[in-house]
């Protein structure tokens, strides 16, 4: 592949042709990157990596970004980098506080804790379309962010939010961007007409796949306790819920939709 800005603008655009995330590889249909590189996303770097078949490395760097937010929190399985956008959503800020990470930027409308000070502070109004968690991941955007690290996402007494939540990865998939959202020893994130392939981290570790929107057509999974062949996922019945792994690497693919898909990760002290 040649290195030109047009290849490294495509794979900065494009998060799901390559890997991400822990230990996990997307392509998206019809990109045949096999024949001509190899695509690796490097941890911790938050670089991708195009190996050709023949020729030199090109390496295209990743912006991230880190939002915390006022969920229940797990452990953190990566701190932020420098050059990382490290923002809090209201009382994630005390998770920050917690974990001795100074956000960039802490905002929201502060209902759940005082405005910090010391920190620059956005605050937004309480009657508004976006909750806290959605304007951080919209300001992630506007600063040029590619995956998107969130922790604080879930748990607690507000059910609705977690889903709300999960529903934004959606948001971000949809924007070229990729989000992971961790949970207890669970990560979860979008997919959209394309494959995803993630390694086993434990033995009969749990693997599910829900339909994001009215339906899911042509979704495979493989090396999986309970495999689909061309399966249409639905809103309405959770087929996909509480698979485990068989194989070192389970594949999914959906032809037509979008899956919010989610698997265990080996025990994190926390």
Request: proline share 7%.
């Given at each position: 592949m040649p290195a030109s800005a047009e290849k490294a603008e495509f794979f900065r655009k494009n998060p799901g042709s390559a890997f991400g995330g822990a230990g996990v590889r997307l392509s998206a249909p019809g990109l045949s990157m096999g024949e001509n590189c190899d695509i690796i996303?490097?941890?911790?770097?938050?670089?991708?990596?195009?190996?050709?078949?023949?020729?030199?490395?090109?390496?295209?760097?990743?912006?991230?970004?880190?939002?915390?937010?006022?969920?229940?929190?797990?452990?953190?399985?990566?701190?932020?980098?420098?050059?990382?956008?490290?923002?809090?959503?209201?009382?994630?800020?005390?998770?920050?506080?917690?974990?001795?990470?100074?956000?960039?930027?802490v905002l929201g409308d502060f209902d759940s804790m005082a405005e910090p000070s010391g920190v620059a502070v956005h605050r937004s109004p309480v009657e508004k379309d976006d909750t806290d968690a959605m304007l951080a991941l919209k300001t992630g955007l506007e600063k040029g962010c590619d995956a998107f690290y969130l922790y604080g996402f879930t748990g607690g007494k507000r059910l609705d939010h977690t889903l709300a939540n999960l529903q934004s990865l959606l948001f971000l998939r949809r924007r070229g961007t990729r989000g992971w959202l961790y949970g207890d020893d669970f990560l979860w994130t979008a997919i959209e007409n394309e494959?995803?392939?993630?390694q086993k981290e434990v033995e009969w570790g749990l693997f599910s796949a829900f339909c994001l929107g009215d339906r899911a057509e042509g979704v495979d999974e493989t090396g999986l306790q309970y495999p689909l062949c061309n399966a249409v996922l639905t809103p309405e019945f959770p087929l996909g819920v509480s698979n485990h792994f068989l194989e070192q690497e389970a594949v999914i693919s959906v032809r037509r939709g979008a899956l919010l898909v989610g698997w265990e990760l080996a025990y994190h002290n926390s």
């Open positions: 996303w490097g941890k911790p770097a938050g670089k991708f990596f195009a190996r050709p078949k023949s020729g030199e490395t090109e390496e295209v760097l990743m912006k991230r970004c880190f939002i915390f937010a006022a969920g229940s929190f797990y452990g953190l399985r990566e701190r932020p980098a420098p050059g990382d956008l490290v923002i809090a959503a209201d009382a994630g800020y005390l998770l920050c506080q917690k974990l001795a990470i100074t956000p960039d930027l494959s995803l392939t993630v």
